[in-house]
């Protein structure tokens, strides 16, 4: 399977990345960056590993990158104030890619954890928060992808790989998951082409 990786430069990137190529069969993998050097050598000298340097806005490069991918995952940072994926997307349909999965759900409920998260994170990185909110806007209409909008709570770099996945307020969701967890996530989502949270956007984090 080949894949595109987007913010493959950022902690979560750089282990979703290494572990593509440890978990799904017959891998190679696309990285899309703006900084090359930000690269870990074990990538960057990998003969599976094809890196293409050039901004999210410049659509000719995006989709050099994008030719005959089978899917797209993205760990970008929210800092584009309109939405990074605008031209991603466009750039997936015209190449009839047809998966993503991405970070930033009408089946939650209230949580009071997550109500203190979210208002802290909404109050004190508002600008990033609005981004994320208008990409997963902007991913959810997306009716001819298999979208998946894989959100998370607060992140650590501990080595647990156990993950659950629900949405917030179903008793089974806290507040805490490790990196490779949702590297482990999403690879699970790429292999398997009956997932069921396509067109969904879970909450994950470990048990
Ligand atoms: N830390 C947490 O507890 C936590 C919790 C929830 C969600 N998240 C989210 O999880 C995601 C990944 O986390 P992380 O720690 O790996 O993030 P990060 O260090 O901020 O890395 C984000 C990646 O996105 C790229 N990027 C950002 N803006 C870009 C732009 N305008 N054009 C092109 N590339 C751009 C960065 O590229 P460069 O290297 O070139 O800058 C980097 O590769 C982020 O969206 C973060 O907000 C984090």
């Known amino acids: 399977m080949r894949v595109l990786v987007l913010g493959a ?30 690269i870990p050598n074990d990538l960057s000298t990998d003969s599976r590993v094809t890196v293409i340097t050039g901004q ?3 659509t000719e490069s995006l989709a050099k990158a ?32 047809k998966r993503t999965a991405s970070i930033p759900a009408p089946e939650d409920k209230t949580d009071i954890k997550f109500a203190v998260l979210v208002t802290g994170i909404s109050t004190f990185a508002r600008n990033a928060y609005k981004d994320v909110v208008a990409i997963g806007e902007i991913i959810s209409k997306q009716d001819d992808l298999d979208w998946i909008i894989v959100r998370v709570p607060l992140l650590s770099d501990k080595p647990n790989r156990d993950v659950v996945a629900g949405f ?20 699970a989502q790429l292999n398997d ?7 969904k956007a879970p909450m994950i984090c470990n048990p």
């Open 66 to 97: 994008i030719e005959g991918v089978d899917a797209v995952c993205s760990a970008l940072g929210p800092s584009v104030k309109k939405g990074p994926f605008h031209p991603v997307i466009d750039v997936m349909r015209m190449h009839g890619v």
């Open 168 to 187: 917030i307020g179903d008793g089974k969701i806290n507040t805490g998951l490790t990196r490779i967890g949702f590297a482990v996530f999403v690879v």
């Open 193 to 199: 082409n009956e997932s069921i949270w396509i067109r």
């Open 9 to 38: 430069t950022g902690p979560v990137g750089i282990s979703l990345c290494r572990e593509i190529l440890s978990s799904v069969q017959d891998p190679s993998l696309v990285l899309f960056v703006r900084s090359p050097q930000k």
């Open 56 to 58: 999210l806005t410049d």
